[in-house]
């Protein structure tokens, strides 16, 4: 009963682990220095060290400034990639250290594991987050303090109910593991991106991007006005898809492939009030108001790299031109005759 006690615990520490590692060994070294929770797995008894909790919480002291700002908080998350995963393998190492060694590593091996899937989530849910929202400081805010209230709840959860929250933290693994490869793909789009703004400070693109023969096919290989790689948000069924954004006379695609299949999403210009540019610290977004097919207003969002920076500018000069002139050419039509 105890081991399985004990491995109902380290379930859910990984995944605290993987969100905020410093917050998770504190609140772990804390309640055993302290004797908060009764029934603590001695094994845990290794976390009562000042030593190893005056490191976290100093850390997490950090991470808690930088994790509210926008380019930072990805920034860190980048760099941490590298460390919450190598820190739940030295939680499940360190309270497995009794145990067979064959067990040891293996467990230790499943902790790392859990944390990478709930670090790679947490990544790419704030990088979709700083894409979507138009206040970047105030949702890095709210999103940052509410993965601080999870982990410290959802650690004294495991510390004090750990077979409940055990249960609980593997139907939340499940979930995770099913949304896991749209969420990858915005963290490997940040990535990009991340080198993408410095290679901007030297060099930006002067030419549009070249589309596919695949994705051309969509649109009858016709001469295209303008065309951007980039990342698409907003539009159900295609969200985190990478694509082309193509302008062809008074059309916009977005060109993408999905499950081995190249797809197309269009509207026409007449039905966009306004294209708008948006620049944040390490992208480009351009937004594209539409009514959807229920007729409610919704807002498309186009991610790009800051290389292409100049051919965003253009494109979206290109299309507001190209509004202008559908509006200003309908109000000249004469009215029928009554």
């Given at each position: 009963m105890e081991s399985l006690k004990l491995l109902a615990t380290l379930l859910p520490l990984s995944m605290t682990a993987g969100i905020n590692l410093y917050a998770t060994v504190a609140m772990v070294g804390l309640s055993e220095k302290y004797q908060w929770i009764e029934g603590m797995?001695?094994?845990?008894?290794?976390?009562?060290?000042?030593?190893?909790?005056?490191?976290a919480l100093v850390l997490y002291a950090i991470e808690f400034v930088v994790d509210k700002f926008e380019f930072f908080d990805n920034a860190w998350d980048v760099i941490s990639t590298f460390i919450r995963p190598v820190g739940a393998f030295a939680i499940g190492t360190a309270a497995l250290g009794s145990a067979d060694p064959a067990v040891a590593i293996g467990g230790s091996l499943i902790c790392g594991a859990i944390a990478l899937?709930?670090?790679?989530?947490?990544?790419?849910?704030?990088v979709a987050l700083n894409v979507i929202s138009?206040?970047?400081?105030?949702?890095?805010?709210?999103i940052s303090t509410a993965e601080d209230v999870f982990v410290f709840s959802f650690v004294w959860c495991a510390l004090t109910y750990p077979i409940p929250t055990g249960i609980v933290a593997s139907i939340l693994l499940g979930i995770l593991i099913a949304i896991a490869p749209r969420l990858f793909?915005?963290?490997l789009f940040f990535i990009k991106s991340f080198f993408a703004m410095f290679a901007s400070w030297f060099n930006t693109r002067s030419k549009y991007d070249t589309v596919p023969?695949?994705?051309?096919?969509l649109i009858g290989h016709v001469d295209v006005d303008a065309s951007l790689e980039c990342k698409c948000s907003g539009i159900a069924g295609i969200r985190?898809?990478?694509?082309?954004?193509?302008?062809?006379?008074?059309?916009?695609?977005?060109?993408?492939h999905r499950y081995l299949m190249s797809n197309k999403w269009e509207i026409s210009l007449e039905e966009i009030p306004k294209a708008y540019m948006r620049r944040r610290?390490?992208?480009n977004i351009l937004e594209i108001p539409y009514n959807n097919k229920k007729g409610k207003r919704k807002t498309a969002h186009f991610a790009l790299l800051k290389t292409q920076t100049t051919m965003t500018e253009k494109l979206?000069?290109?299309?507001?031109?190209r509004i202008r002139t559908t509006s200003e050419g309908e109000q000249a039509l004469p009215k029928a005759d009554s």
């Amino acid at each position: 009963m105890e081991s399985l006690k004990l491995l109902a615990t380290l379930l859910p520490l990984s995944m605290t682990a993987g969100i905020n590692l410093y917050a998770t060994v504190a609140m772990v070294g804390l309640s055993e220095k302290y004797q908060w929770i009764e029934g603590m797995p001695k094994e845990l008894q290794v976390f009562d060290n000042w030593a190893l909790i005056s490191i976290a919480l100093v850390l997490y002291a950090i991470e808690f400034v930088v994790d509210k700002f926008e380019f930072f908080d990805n920034a860190w998350d980048v760099i941490s990639t590298f460390i919450r995963p190598v820190g739940a393998f030295a939680i499940g190492t360190a309270a497995l250290g009794s145990a067979d060694p064959a067990v040891a590593i293996g467990g230790s091996l499943i902790c790392g594991a859990i944390a990478l899937q709930t670090h790679v989530s947490k990544a790419g849910t704030r990088v979709a987050l700083n894409v979507i929202s138009p206040a970047e400081t105030v949702s890095n805010v709210v999103i940052s303090t509410a993965e601080d209230v999870f982990v410290f709840s959802f650690v004294w959860c495991a510390l004090t109910y750990p077979i409940p929250t055990g249960i609980v933290a593997s139907i939340l693994l499940g979930i995770l593991i099913a949304i896991a490869p749209r969420l990858f793909r915005w963290t490997l789009f940040f990535i990009k991106s991340f080198f993408a703004m410095f290679a901007s400070w030297f060099n930006t693109r002067s030419k549009y991007d070249t589309v596919p023969s695949a994705l051309m096919e969509l649109i009858g290989h016709v001469d295209v006005d303008a065309s951007l790689e980039c990342k698409c948000s907003g539009i159900a069924g295609i969200r985190g898809r990478n694509g082309f954004l193509v302008v062809v006379g008074n059309k916009l695609f977005f060109l993408y492939h999905r499950y081995l299949m190249s797809n197309k999403w269009e509207i026409s210009l007449e039905e966009i009030p306004k294209a708008y540019m948006r620049r944040r610290f390490f992208i480009n977004i351009l937004e594209i108001p539409y009514n959807n097919k229920k007729g409610k207003r919704k807002t498309a969002h186009f991610a790009l790299l800051k290389t292409q920076t100049t051919m965003t500018e253009k494109l979206t000069e290109l299309v507001n031109s190209r509004i202008r002139t559908t509006s200003e050419g309908e109000q000249a039509l004469p009215k029928a005759d009554s």
